[in-house]
Structure formats: structure tokens, C-alpha cells
């Protein structure tokens, strides 16, 4: 028998609590009438509310469903979900990974930032939400009740870091989450998003699925990185054939054959030379693997805009 008390953290002040890997197992959960508490689920849930918080430091696993702020002011959070959506609502910063186009209403002062963080089970808690690391739509905010000449959001400084929001658990008990905040280590792509990109070349890589795509796919984000190019945007999502010549054009039948095994995951690379560096990379370094990388500066930014808007469709973006 499932006891609501066991997922209820409701009327603490000053406190730290939470709850270790494996307590909340798809469960939900509700955070009410808290005031400067510092919270910490690490498991996955169903659905999360929190009503009514005051001055909160919060880290939310990975939920299935939605998180829900209302009436909520002063919390620092970091977050990851399939939606997410405040109303009545001040001051809030969130590190976030949302699958789908986050939402505020009522709200002002939000500030938005992409989701880091790393602790073992982590990676198991995302696929058992059935969430992918790849699709984190963190800076494209759609604000409900928008006023003219008023911005009700904006992004957190890109030099953020998550530390200095949400510190690490204090408490015995909770200190044996291996947790790191190393944007390095982070198990979600830190992606630039919405912010101004540094250069007008883009590069669009695919990788199809297989047993190494998300091996792959990091790998590649590490070699860029390192190298000084930017993740712009990264995308988990299931193709079919129609979609690939829309996509891939001249080169769509090597890959549709490709694309019966599973979802793809495509990656936005972005800098001066991004295209040249990305072809390189991927010839030198996944030499047995399929890999669509864009062809040419010219082609590219076509290339992502044909991806991203057929993503987004499907994602009813």
C-alpha cells in the first residue's frame, strides 16, 4: 500500500530533504507551503507539483509526465521533464531539460539555463521516464500571457553554474549521491539553445540507431567541443522514409535502410570551420559508421533548418 506521506514534502522551513535513488520509482510527488528548504529527488517520478514554495533550492530527477510550479517565488531549481509549465510565479531560475516547449503563464522574472548534472543512476532514471538526453528544448520558452514591452523570461548568464543555485546535498544521508555538477561530466548535452550563435556556418551530423548511437553521439560532441565549436541543438527522434529525402536529399537512400532500426540523433554544431571539422572527425574517428555529416557551408544551414523543422513538427512543436 502506497502511503502519500512517503511522497509529500508539505509545510517545512529551513530544512534539507529528499529522497535517494530508487524511493520515488515512478511514483508521484507533491512539494507544497516549503520556505528556504533545500529539496532533493533523486529518482524518477510520474508528475511533480509544487504549490506555494518561498526561497527553495530544488533538483528534480527525471519525470515522466509534467512538473508544475504554482504560486512558487525566490526558488532555484534544476529540473528535468517531459513538460514543464509555471503559473503565478516570481523569480524563478531553472536548469532545465524539457522534452517538449516549456511553458509560463502569469509568471515574471524567470530565468532559464540547460540542465547539468551527473550521479550514477542518473542515465537508468532518464530511460525508465522514458525521457531521451537529446531532447532538451530548455530556451524555447513559450510565456502564455506575454505583456507588451515586457519580457517575462530571459536565459541565465551562459557562465552559470549550477553550484551557485542548487549547492550539493549537506546532509549525511544525501551525500551518498555521488553527485557532480562538472558541466563536463553533465549526463545532458549542454547545448547553447536560443543564445546568439558566434558564426553563420553551421554543421548538421545524424547518427542512425544502433548499439554505440549515444556512445557515438558523445563522442562527437567531445571531439567538437574540444576543438572550440558549439553545440547549438541536439534531437532523439524516429524517422521514416518520406522524412529522409525531405532531409537527406541526393545521399536519403543510403540511409533509409537505416532508419527501420530505431530513432536517430542528430546534433547542430556551430563556429567557423564547423562543417570541414565535423567531416574530418567523423571520417577519422566512426570510419565503420554511418554517419550523415552536411556536405558543404552552403548546403548546412539548409541541412539543420530541414531537420529542426521536420523535428519539430513531429514533436508538435
Not at 129 to 154: C, K, M, Q, R
Not at 236 to 246: G, S, V, Y
Request: proline residues 4%; negative net charge; glycine residues 6%.
Amino acid at each position: 500500500q502506497i502511503d502519500p506521506k512517503d511522497y509529500t514534502f508539505s509545510g517545512l522551513k529551513n530544512e534539507t530533504v529528499g529522497r535517494l535513488p530508487g524511493k520515488v520509482a515512478g511514483q508521484q510527488f507533491v512539494i507544497q507551503d516549503c520556505e528556504n528548504c533545500k529539496i532533493y529527488i533523486f529518482d524518477h517520478s510520474a508528475t511533480i507539483t509544487i504549490d506555494d514554495c518561498v526561497n527553495c533550492q530544488i533538483f528534480l530527477g527525471p519525470i515522466k509526465g509534467s512538473v508544475f510550479f504554482r504560486d512558487c517565488k525566490d526558488c532555484k531549481c534544476v529540473v528535468a521533464c517531459q513538460q514543464f509549465r509555471t503559473r503565478d510565479c516570481r523569480k524563478l531560475e531553472v536548469f532545465l531539460c524539457c522534452a517538449t516547449q516549456p511553458i509560463i503563464e502569469s509568471s515574471t522574472g524567470m530565468k532559464f539555463g540547460c540542465f547539468q548534472y551527473y550521479y550514477p543512476e542518473l542515465a537508468l532514471q532518464f530511460k525508465d521516464a522514458g525521457l531521451s538526453i537529446f531532447n532538451n528544448t530548455w530556451s524555447n520558452i513559450h510565456d502564455f500571457t506575454p505583456v507588451s514591452g515586457e519580457n517575462n523570461w530571459g536565459l541565465l548568464p551562459e557562465t552559470a553554474v549550477v553550484q551557485d543555485y542548487v549547492p550539493l546535498p549537506s546532509s549525511e544521508e544525501l551525500k551518498a549521491v555521488r553527485v557532480s555538477t562538472d558541466a563536463t561530466k553533465s549526463i545532458i548535452p549542454i547545448t547553447r539553445g536560443r543564445r546568439q550563435k558566434n558564426s553563420d556556418e553551421s554543421c548538421l551530423a545524424v547518427f542512425f540507431a544502433g548499439d554505440y548511437t549515444t556512445a557515438n553521439a558523445r563522442k562527437l560532441i567531445d571531439e567538437m567541443t574540444s576543438k572550440g565549436f558549439q553545440l547549438v541543438q541536439t534531437k532523439e527522434i524516429l524517422m521514416k522514409a518520406e522524412d529522409a529525402h525531405r532531409v537527406f536529399q541526393q545521399s536519403a537512400l543510403v540511409f533509409i535502410p537505416l532508419l527501420e532500426k530505431g530513432p536517430v540523433v542528430a546534433l547542430e554544431f556551430n563556429g567557423d570551420g564547423a562543417v570541414e571539422q565535423c567531416r574530418s572527425t567523423t571520417n577519422e574517428v566512426f570510419s565503420g559508421t554511418k554517419v550523415f555529416v552536411s556536405e558543404s557551408k552552403a548546403s548546412a544551414s539548409q541541412d539543420v533548418d530541414n531537420f529542426y523543422n521536420f523535428a519539430d513538427m513531429q514533436m508538435g512543436m
